[in-house]
């Protein structure tokens, strides 16, 4: 009886670890690109390039890659108020999408590794459960 009770807890444990896997970055950029597709594509278009003065760019946006914590808390929160982005006014009003961190995290990673996009770190869903709401 106690061999099997050794032999459950060790497949608990290792059942555990399977599931708390990380994702490698190229599986987190997939499934980015199903959440984009699915709630972003619409305003900022299949190219990333979004509406000049209605839908801004992520494609090669300066605003983007000038503070990620920002940009992160604009896709987990929302955003209101206008945001210059390579040096044209949007009006910056996005509503808060209901994603949850780990899609975020993901979403993220398709956008900063699309469209000519580069950035050098992996997006996690911890670092954007530790982003707080923006208050500017």
């Not at 699915?38 to 390039?49: E, I, K, T």
């Not at 000038?66 to 044209?88: L, M």
């Not at 808060?96 to 996690?124: F, K």
């Amino acid at each position: 009886m106690k061999i099997l009770l050794l032999l459950f807890s060790l497949c608990s444990v290792l059942l555990f670890l399977t599931i708390q896997k990380k994702k490698t970055l190229e599986e987190s950029i997939a499934d980015g690109q199903m959440i984009y597709h699915d709630f972003c594509m619409q305003c900022h278009l299949p190219s990333g390039q979004g509406v000049e003065g209605a839908f801004p760019p992520l494609a090669q946006a300066d605003y983007l890659f000038e503070n990620i914590d920002r940009s992160i808390a604009s896709v987990k929160y929302g955003s209101q108020g206008s945001i210059v982005i390579n040096s044209v006014e949007y009006p910056g009003n996005m509503t808060n999408l209901g994603l949850d961190n780990q899609e975020i995290a993901d979403v993220m990673n398709y956008i900063l590794h699309s469209w000519g996009n580069s950035y050098d770190q992996m997006i996690t869903a911890e670092h954007v459960k530790s982003i707080e709401p923006r208050t500017n």
